[in-house]
């Protein structure tokens, strides 16, 4: 059976907490398993910025952290969910979000599709998506859909529809396209990794990254290889001369 890992980023067990149980009720006609995470039940201490989890590879500080990102290592899929505060994400999981700066630089989550849901009463709804999407692409993760709820949607049951992609993604992960957003950020990192930091590199390079377009073989428009070349040969260009 697949394993899906929930990470709510809600104290309160009500609009974005109920979308998460349908989620799991469609989930499971699909023979997957998702298990929730309440963030704000976890013991999550803020990132102290001394860059050693980057430089050195681990972390200095002593909390639940590292076990949930185990967990979503060895998920075989993701849903973030938070409702919007401020037209942003809970400020737990943005604590949890800033925790996970290495995977900027030695993605961990490759392959793994990952939903992104929000819920407001108010403002905010797409501009929070959006931020829970680019979080999944800077991890190295899938997009694999959006799903928000505002004060006028939110009596709207969640379809199989609007999670047919998280679905199909999480049993043929390569299935997934990478779109030019995408791949300009997966050369950004390849040239920071290369040229900014020796456990990167090492990273990089064992993961064989280093010689792809993409963390996988994937199907790329031909287009957006183009772009995604050119400016890969600009930044690489521009690194080797520091």
């Known amino acids: 059976m697949k394993q899906v890992i929930a990470l709510l980023g809600s104290k309160r067990k009500k609009n974005t907490y109920r979308i998460l149980i349908e989620i799991q009720r469609i989930l499971e006609n699909h023979n997957i398993k998702m298990s929730i995470i309440e963030l704000y039940s976890e013991h999550i201490e803020s990132c102290l910025g001394c860059e050693h989890f980057i430089l ?19 998920a075989d899929g993701i849903i973030l969910a ?6 942003q994400v809970s400020g737990q999981l943005k ?14 989550l490759t392959e793994k599709p990952i939903l992104s849901v929000a819920t407001t009463k108010g403002s905010g709804l797409k501009k929070t998506l959006s931020y ?3 979080i999944t692409i800077q991890w190295g993760a899938i997009p694999a859909g959006k799903v928000g709820r505002t004060i006028f949607t939110q009596d709207r049951h969640i379809s199989e529809e609007e999670i047919s992609k998280f679905v199909k993604l999480i049993y043929e992960p390569q299935k997934h396209i990478p779109n030019l957003n995408q791949l300009i950020n997966f050369e950004i990192q390849k040239a920071m990794a290369l040229y900014l930091n020796n456990l990167d590199r090492e990273y990089w390079e064992e993961k064989k990254w280093h010689e792809q377009q993409y963390y996988y073989a994937a199907k790329i428009n031909p287009i957006s290889k183009y772009i995604s070349h050119r400016i890969c040969k600009f930044i690489q260009d521009k690194m080797k001369t520091k």
């Open 132 to 134: 829970l999407e680019s």
């Open 82 to 87: 938070s409702p919007v505060y401020l037209q």
């Open 56 to 74: 050195e590879g681990s972390c200095v500080l002593n909390d639940d952290t590292t076990q949930i990102i185990n967990k979503l290592i060895n």
């Open 95 to 108: 604590t949890f979000f800033d925790r996970t700066c290495m995977w900027y630089h030695r993605p961990m």
